[in-house]
């Protein structure tokens, strides 16, 4: 395979040197190096130099040029800098110039070279100085001896990641750390210092006033330093450390010569950004200056470069930034991330494909639409979250892409300030948050000294009582938005009951619900018609009982476009959320229509491969509103949904709400970790309201105490056709009845009342929090475990006590045993994973999808066939359980248990009329 390049390597290596030989190489230009040495190299190496998309020539980064740019997938693999024959390539300033290139756009490699020797940097390498950054130093003359190691800068070798395994192994490559990450870190470390400082000399300022004051200065000195980059303002910090410490007499502090500079570009500036503040008045001792220099980078090891940053990475920076909170204590006042914040707020930051992909969904066809620029000046969109503003600085970009189709020609920071001030609105519930958007939309459109005005599209307030039409009337004067996109809070009411203290009356609002489908709700109102809706938001709404009203909403007032489910894979890397991205339009929704729809199914995909699979061909699935409404919204292929309705078609008996409950919520069983910080005395374990026969005899538990103790079972003794008769632990079924009736049982009050603190039962401290109808317990009932990933129900036939991990069916309608073999079966799996409600891959088989199971009964001679065969899994089960595992016998009823399995799916097959064909498709799909 490297035969041929290496031959052709050898023709270059000797074309050099006749030009060598000849003293002609003395005269080569830079240009000429490329056109004649470089080019070729790198087009050997499978590289296609006139392919734009694959290698951009003098790529801009900051106010230079970089010579080339490797892209693989449209994603930068590796940044190129060439230099002319007679220059000495070991320059400090040609290294650092390479590395710095491709250290501010986050890319891990960069290539120095002119030809006669090519050096190799890892650019991310943020621990070693310049020199330990070198990864391979190879001379001409070695390009065929060592062509294994030229091979790494290939085309195909990106495409299999060699460079980076060679890296790994030689020790020069580390998990690369984000250049977000690195300036967030070393942005928190200047807060340390200035909170640190501040709070120390002004101890009469409240930690509200010294956060605010905080942010404010850090947002100027990051100003400063992107206009220094920019090269919009003369280079103004290190400068003024420098005059401030060559000074004889040092009149005043550092602090109030920055304060000076902030007031003078007040005159030059706008929209508050240097309004004056009271931190103006603060005093301050030596903390200004270790700030100033951090925001340039750690001298020797990294610089930053504020104009070569993508624009998405004061987002991601400042989004982390919003999940800290000032705490004082003892020591004085710190910062501290603060998982509470994030989870109340509901903050992630939206990764910049996410944002991409979102946009171009929505804002892209909008944009189709116009004819004018008129037209364009027109569109309105709003993100009602808008956290850092990533959002709308991507819409910005994408409108000012549009305006140069139209052939409008001028400087794009104008045309940013023009969009800033006509089509872009955005609301957030967090102050800090406003004050952070407007910041980073004035930096990405910040190209000279600009009197921007105030960003007033940009408010302070809660989108879910916001007043629309008085803050932005000239929106609705026009019939609403035309793209409403985001990252909306994702909270549940019990994880924040005081945020949904206000929104009860709200149409919107529903118990168990999730506050962002609120935002949706009245973001569908906020739209005109044809208007698009676009979020990133947890994937469970499709079919969750707390969504309802959402769903329905969607179903009645326009049509999904897309749904693209992320299933397990996390898009947010420190939340355990399962995602999705739907795009909706606000139109008379059809009888039925077609949705583009994607399922990631690898929770292990790499990044590339994921946004290619994001934004490329999608599945189109039929959607039938009017079906659905009141129901969940399942998406599957047109010969999955022919299937779905053959079993639907077939339904002649459905479960009713009282036939089917949950199991016991305690909810204290036991005493677990973070119970023994607030009781003493007690022990890891140690039985609550689930006792141990232990628990009972060191209770000394009699007569009355122990009549309300009931035998209970976890999902290790019932399983799928799997009991267990002897339990091994008891529960105090105390209903909210008996809680009052405590003093009839002594031991167990004395006992319950022992763990009083930790009891949060609505009927504590003696009474369960859902002890639920006996009925269910009592037998014959039906138990299937709740969350599983296939279904795993059993017959019970005896007093049976379980939790909420369970739901039971208890009906005198039909015979338990021919449902329990039903609903166990393959086709049912497949009408669950389809229809019912999911988890990742998990199925959630809680009380709707039980309920909207179509059951077939059939006649008293096909219930018979699949009444004889659960017997046999009841006893092949147990018998399977109590023999050693991997004896013969052992294996010889694992054997016949999946015989006996095949059999019952291929009666439940003949009971709802499947073919062979339709067999197959349900098997497929297991």
């Not at 204290?668 to 970790?673: D, H, L, R, W």
């Not at 609550?688 to 000394?700: A, C, N, T």
């Amino acid at each position: 395979m490297q035969e041929q390049p290496k031959e052709k390597i050898k023709g270059l290596i000797e074309k050099y040197e006749k030009a060598k030989s000849s003293g002609i190489l003395k005269s080569y230009s830079e240009e000429e190096t490329k056109k004649g040495f470089i080019e070729p190299l790198f087009e050997i190496l499978g590289w296609n130099i006139s392919e734009k998309k694959e290698v951009s020539l003098e790529e801009t980064i900051s106010s230079k040029r970089v010579d080339y740019g490797f892209y693989l997938d449209e994603r930068i693999k590796f940044y190129l800098e060439a230099k002319k024959f007679n220059v000495d390539l070991y320059s400090e300033d040609f290294a650092n110039q390479a590395v710095r290139y491709s250290f501010n756009k986050g890319a891990v490699w960069s290539v120095l070279t002119n030809f006669e020797t090519l050096i190799i940097f890892n650019a991310q390498d943020i621990e070693r100085k310049l020199a330990d950054k070198k990864l391979l130093t190879i001379h001409y003359s070695e390009y065929v001896d060592k062509f294994d190691k030229l091979w790494l800068l290939s085309k195909e070798a990106f495409g299999k990641d060699l460079l980076d395994r060679y890296g790994e192994e030689v020790g020069k490559k580390t998990e690369k750390v984000p250049i977000s990450s690195l300036l967030y870190k070393d942005l928190q470390k200047c807060r340390e210092i200035l909170i640190k400082d501040l709070s120390q000399w002004n101890k009469n300022v409240n930690s509200d006033d010294l956060d605010e004051g905080v942010q404010k200065i850090l947002d100027r000195l990051l100003f400063i330093r992107v206009a220094e980059d920019r090269e919009i303002e003369p280079s103004i910090l290190r400068p003024m450390v420098r005059e401030y410490y060559s000074r004889k007499e040092q009149k005043g502090t550092l602090y109030q010569m920055m304060i000076e500079k902030f007031r003078e570009l007040d005159t030059f500036y706008n929209s508050n950004l240097f309004s004056k503040h009271p931190f103006e008045n603060w005093e301050e001792y030596g903390a200004t200056a270790e700030v100033i220099n951090t925001l340039y980078g750690k001298e020797g090891y990294y610089e930053y470069d504020f104009k070569a940053m993508p624009a998405d990475v004061l987002g991601a920076v400042y989004e982390n930034y919003l999940s800290h909170r000032l705490s004082k204590s003892r020591k004085g006042t710190t910062v501290s991330k603060d998982a509470s914040k994030r989870k109340e707020q509901g903050i992630y930051y939206t990764p910049s494909y996410i944002v991409a992909y979102i946009v171009k969904n929505t804002l892209g066809p909008v944009l189709d639409k116009c004819k004018t620029i008129e037209d364009i000046k027109k569109i309105k969109v709003l993100d009602p979250a808008c956290g850092s503003g990533s959002f709308l600085i991507k819409v910005i970009d994408i409108i000012v892409d549009k305006y140069k189709e139209f052939g409008q020609k001028g400087n794009d920071n104008l045309l940013k300030i023009q969009i800033l001030e006509e089509n872009i609105y955005g609301v957030d519930l967090d102050p800090q948050a406003v004050e952070i958007t407007r910041l980073n939309l004035i930096i990405n459109a910040l190209n000279k000294r600009e009197k921007f005005q105030p960003l007033g599209n940009i408010k302070n307030g809660n989108s879910l009582t916001f007043n629309w039409q008085d803050e932005f009337p000239e929106v609705f004067k026009h019939g609403g938005f035309d793209v409403i996109i985001g990252n909306p809070p994702y909270i549940k009411e019990f994880v924040s009951k005081n945020v949904f203290g206000e929104l009860h009356n709200s149409p919107y609002y529903q118990g168990k619900m999730d506050i962002w489908t609120m935002f949706a709700c009245i973001s569908i109102d906020l739209l005109k018609n044809n208007g698009l809706l676009s979020f990133i938001a947890p994937n469970n709404w499709v079919t969750n009982a707390g969504a309802s009203i959402f769903r329905d909403k969607v179903l009645k007032d326009g049509e999904l476009k897309t749904f693209v489910d992320f299933g397990d894979y996390k898009v947010f890397e420190h939340a355990g959320i399962q995602t999705m991205i739907f795009v909706f339009e606000k139109k008379k929704p059809g009888k039925n229509y077609k949705i583009d729809y994607l399922k990631i199914a690898d929770k292990n995909l790499a990044e590339d491969k994921l946004i290619a699979d994001i934004f490329g061909q999608k599945v189109k699935i039929n959607i039938e509103p009017e079906n659905l409404i009141g129901k969940s919204i399942t998406f599957s292929t047109t010969e999955q949904g022919y299937i779905f309705d053959k079993i639907r078609s077939k339904k002649n008996f459905e479960f009713t709400e009282k036939e089917v409950g949950q199991g016991i919520v305690a909810p204290q069983e036991s005493v677990i970790k973070s119970h023994l910080s607030i009781m003493s005395g007690i022990s890891l374990g140690e039985g609550i309201f689930v006792l141990s026969g232990k628990d009972i005899d060191e209770l000394g538990l009699l007569g009355n105490d122990k009549k309300i103790l009931k035998p209970f079972y976890t999902p290790e003794q019932i399983n799928k056709y799997y009991v267990q008769p002897e339990n091994k632990y008891w529960i105090i079924y105390t209903t909210s009845k008996l809680a009052k009736e405590v003093d009839k049982y002594p031991k167990i009050k004395q006992h319950l009342e022992k763990f009083k603190n930790v009891i949060t039962s609505a009927f504590g401290p003696f009474g369960l929090h859902r002890a639920r109808e006996e009925r269910f317990f009592i037998g014959p009932s039906i138990f299937s475990i709740r969350k599983t990933d296939v279904p795993r129900f059993s017959y019970v036939d005896f007093p049976c006590y379980v939790s909420q991990t369970y739901f039971v069916i208890n009906t005198s309608r039909c015979n338990l045993k021919y449902l329990t073999g039903l609903l166990n079966s393959q086709l049912i799996n497949f009408w669950l994973h389809g229809q019912g409600k999911l988890q990742g891959d998990m199925l959630q088989i809680d009380k709707e999808p039980l309920l909207n199971i179509p059951i077939y009964i059939g006649n008293k001679k096909q219930q018979k066939q699949v009444i004889i065969l659960v017997d046999k899994m009841l006893k092949l089960n147990k018998d399977f359980k109590e023999a050693a595992e991997n004896s013969e016998k052992w294996n010889s009823i694992k054997s016949e248990i999946e015989k006996i399995d095949k059999k019952i799916d291929q009666e439940v097959y003949r009971l709802y009329d499947l073919t062979e064909a339709e067999i197959k498709i349900v098997e497929n799909n297991k």
